[in-house]
Each structure stands twice: as structure tokens, then as C-alpha cells.
């Protein structure tokens, strides 16, 4: 199976050709994010309907932690034996995760079952990029990756009032079930025409060292969530856990990526930092407006929405644009407008600018989100061998989740110690500090993303030690005893 490269200038993702994986995919992204969203929004009257409270946590970073393990397994896979497998074994994962929660008689089943979901997200999200990688023409990339970014953005203005709605008048069982029942159909739609275009395997046996660390990034990045709240030595226990993630993730993540070395490592860098900066802010915007300013909760909200609104007008803005020079200029201009609205934003909650302004800082962000984020999908598998795409799809989304996971609570334990020896003031804005350093780097290294690696494809990844090589196998992040 080869890919598409001449596609006439009107083609479209709904084109016989591929409309069912489009249609397929773009739908189970939406399935995907209406479970975050609606979870996030109804998991209180979970906990309170099954006595659970202790587990609350638990049953968010569980998730994260199962699909740190799976991304590392689906990226392998993908590149061992195409994308199907992963695809159908995700599918099936998150369809029982998704029935386990919603039959769930206790709190600790709901963990089970969100775990089993967690392994099932993870997998499809490396599966979806290498499917569509392989399936849809290079041209098409940027308007698929500009529909996911709405298949996630929507869900995210609508999907708890939708949540609400749901636990109010059925029950919170439906906001798993019901997500179970719109996966059916989303199978029948992409199972078949992925299964057409699937590759032979290579029969390459899977590097097993490259799992442990994936184990030990998972188990780190659940521990970060009870150290950022674990009094006094919160510090001590955010920097272990951070230390030991970041150890794993030099393990898991391509030689350089940490170095910011250009190419394909800064893509992968890019994507963790401006993820990381733009939630840690998304936590804290709601909070400051009801907590310092007086806002309403929904009032509050209405910043958020803002920012998802206009990330899904960015993400549309760079799938307009073909021209390659045009599409480098633009990434810049993406992470100059996160680094943009995130310093507004901060000068606001320094009471340099009215309220308002706030809401202005956080739909500049979202914008420059919803530009640069997709383009660093669609860089990854232009410039990934095509022989490596799974693995480096699981490294993009893996440092996105990683990074994401460890700013969140090296922030929440700074505005902690803050709030505690200082005003509230210094406290909030210190997060946005945090996040504008994060966001400035990003901007910095955009450069870099674009060097001879266009033209020459990256090194395969090799082990450090001969006797580690695994047959060939990619293996990420030149693994070392």
C-alpha cells in the first residue's frame, strides 16, 4: 500500500476513497472527548451515588497511567504489524472499560474499568495517526488534523452541560453506556476499511525494556497527583516523582527530544511544551476569575469556552494553508500567539488590565493552541520513516501526557507553597509565569523544526549497546542499561 502524493486540488476527506476512515475517525475522536468531558463533569456524582470519594482521584489517573503503557505498546506495534491490530484492540479495550464503569456496583470497579479504558484510549490514539498516516494522502493531513481538533473542541464547550443533562435525567451508568452505544457503529465504519489497506507483520519481537520504562513512567505520573497535595513534603515528593518521569522519558521519547535537537525531537518537544502551557493556564483561569474576581461558575466558564472556540478557528486557519513556506511562518506565528495570550493573561491577574481582558489573553492562547498543535501532528508523520510512524506517534502524544502531567503539578505545588506564605496574587501569577517560560521556549525552538531532516529522513532508532538490538526494532529513545 502505498500513499496517495497526487490529489487533485478539490479532493476531499469524504471522497469514496476515504470516507470511512475519515468519518470513522473523526468519530471516534468526538466518542473519546465526550467521555473525558462528560466523566470529568459527572465523576463527583459518581463518587457520591457509590460512596467513593477516597478513590476520586484514582479513577483520573489511573487512566492516564494505562494509556502511558498503551501509547508505548501501540506505537511498537503499529510498526510491527500495521495499524489494525492496535485499532481493534483499542476499540475493544475502551468498549469494556466503558461497560465495566457503567455496571459498576462499587468505587473500585470504576477504577477497573477506567483503567481498561485508559489502555484502550491510549492505543487508539497512536493507531488513529498511523491509520490515517498510511491510508490518506499526505495533502489531506492538515484538514483531517484540523477536523480532530474540532472533534475534541466541541465536546469541550458542550459536552458537561450535555453530562449534566445526562446524569440529571438518566443516570450517571449513561454517560459510559451511552458512549458504548456510539461506538458500534464507529467500528463497523473503520474496522473494515482499515483492515483492507492493513500491512503484512515484520515479525520483529517487541524490545520488552522499552515497557519497563514505559511501567515506570506510568507509575510516576500517578504519583504526581497524591505528592502535589501531600503537605510539607510535597516538594521533596513532586521533585522525586518528576525526577524518576523524567528519567523514563529519556528512556521513551527519541534521542534529542529533551535537547530540543532539530527535526523530528523538537517536533516532539514543541508538542509537550506548548500542551503543558496551555492547561496548566486552563486550570487556573476559572479559578482565578470566581475565586479572586467574584465571577459565577458559569461566568467563568465563558473564558474557556473563548479559548476552545477560537483553538478550533486556529486549527481550521492552518488546514487552509498549502504552501510550505506559508505553513513554517505560520507555525511560528501559532506559538507566538499561545506565548501572547498566556503573558495577557497573567498581566491581567496582576491587575495591569481590566477583568475582561482575561477573556481576550485566554482566546489569543487557544488560538495559537489550535494552529501549532496540529501542525506538529502533521510534521511528525511527514517527517517520521514510514517504517516508524507508530513510534513516533506514541512519542508525540506520550510527551504531550507526560509533560501535561508533570507542569500540572510542579504548578499546583508553586501555587500551594505561594498561597500559603504569600497572597493569592503572587500565587496565580506564578503559574502563568511558569507557563509563559514553558511557552517561550517553544516559541524559540520553532526554527529548529524545520532543517535537513526534511529531505533526510531521521536515523532509525538504535540501541546505545549493541547486544540490545532487537532485530532491527525501532526502539525509542536510544535505550541504555
Wanted: glycine letters at 10%.
Amino acid at each position: 500500500m502505498c500513499l496517495t502524493t497526487d490529489v487533485p486540488p478539490d479532493a476531499s476527506l469524504f471522497s469514496p476513497a476515504w470516507r470511512n476512515i475519515s468519518i470513522g475517525s473523526i468519530g471516534l475522536c468526538s466518542m473519546m472527548a465526550f467521555e473525558a468531558m462528560g466523566v470529568a463533569a459527572g465523576m463527583p456524582a459518581v463518587a457520591s451515588a457509590l460512596d467513593g470519594m477516597a478513590w476520586y482521584a484514582l479513577a483520573f489517573a489511573s487512566t492516564l497511567a494505562a494509556s502511558v503503557l498503551a501509547m508505548v505498546w501501540s506505537g511498537l506495534d503499529c510498526d510491527r504489524r500495521g495499524p489494525f491490530r492496535s485499532m481493534a484492540g483499542g476499540l475493544l479495550l475502551f468498549g469494556a472499560g466503558l461497560l465495566v464503569s457503567g455496571l459498576a456496583g462499587s468505587m473500585p470497579v470504576v477504577v477497573l474499568g477506567r483503567i481498561v479504558q485508559g489502555f484502550g484510549i491510549g492505543a487508539l490514539g497512536v493507531a488513529l495517526y498511523v491509520a490515517t498516516a498510511r491510508a490518506l494522502p499526505a495533502a489531506l493531513h492538515p484538514r483531517l488534523f484540523a477536523l480532530f481538533s474540532s472533534a475534541w473542541v466541541v465536546p469541550a464547550v458542550i459536552g458537561p452541560a450535555i453530562a449534566g443533562y445526562v446524569v440529571e435525567h438518566l443516570g450517571w451508568r449513561w454517560l459510559f453506556l451511552g458512549v458504548l452505544l456510539l461506538l458500534l457503529p464507529t467500528a463497523v465504519l473503520i474496522l473494515p476499511a482499515l483492515r483492507r489497506r492493513d500491512e503484512p507483520a515484520t515479525k520483529v519481537p517487541p524490545p520488552q525494556r522499552v515497557l519497563r520504562w514505559a511501567w515506570l513512567a506510568a507509575l510516576s505520573s500517578v504519583g504526581l497527583a497524591p505528592s502535589a497535595s501531600a503537605g510539607r513534603i510535597a516538594p521533596i515528593a513532586v521533585v522525586a516523582a518528576l525526577c524518576t518521569l523524567a528519567l523514563a522519558a529519556r528512556r521513551l521519547l527519541p534521542a534529542g527530544t529533551m535537547l530540543l535537537a532539530r527535526g523530528l525531537p523538537t517536533v516532539i518537544a514543541m508538542r509537550g511544551l506548548n500542551a503543558s502551557a496551555f492547561f496548566l493556564c486552563e486550570v487556573f483561569v476559572p479559578l482565578w476569575l470566581y475565586q479572586e474576581r467574584g465571577w459565577s461558575i458559569t461566568a467563568a466558564g465563558l473564558a474557556l469556552t473563548g479559548g476552545a472556540l477560537s483553538w478550533s478557528v486556529g486549527s481550521h486557519l492552518q488546514s487552509r494553508v498549502a504552501d510550505e513556506a506559508r505553513r513554517r511562518a505560520l507555525l511560528g506565528r501559532g506559538c507566538l500567539f499561545l506565548f501572547t495570550g498566556i503573558v495577557i493573561s497573567g498581566l491581567t491577574v496582576l491587575h495591569l488590565f481590566a477583568d475582561w481582558m482575561l477573556l481576550v489573553g485566554w482566546s489569543i492562547a487557544g488560538l495559537g493552541a489550535g494552529v501549532s498543535l496540529p501542525m506538529l501532528g502533521v510534521l511528525t508523520l511527514k517527517l517520521a520513516p514510514r517504517a516508524q510512524q507508530g513510534t513516533y506517534s506514541s512519542a508525540l502524544q506520550l510527551c504531550a501526557a507526560l509533560s501535561t502531567s508533570a507542569t500540572l503539578a510542579a504548578g499546583g505545588v508553586l501555587f500551594a507553597l505561594l498561597l500559603a506564605s504569600t497572597s493569592r496574587t503572587p500565587a496565580h501569577s506564578a503559574v502563568f509565569v511558569l507557563a509563559a517560560l514553558l511557552a517561550t521556549v517553544a516559541l524559540v525552538s520553532a526554527p529548529r523544526v524545520f532543517d535537513q531532516q526534511e529531505i533526510r529522513r531521521p536515523r532509525a532508532y538504535q540501541p546505545s549497546n549493541p547486544s540490545e538490538s532487537s532485530g532491527g526494532c525501532a526502539v525509542p529513545g536510544n535505550l541504555k542499561k
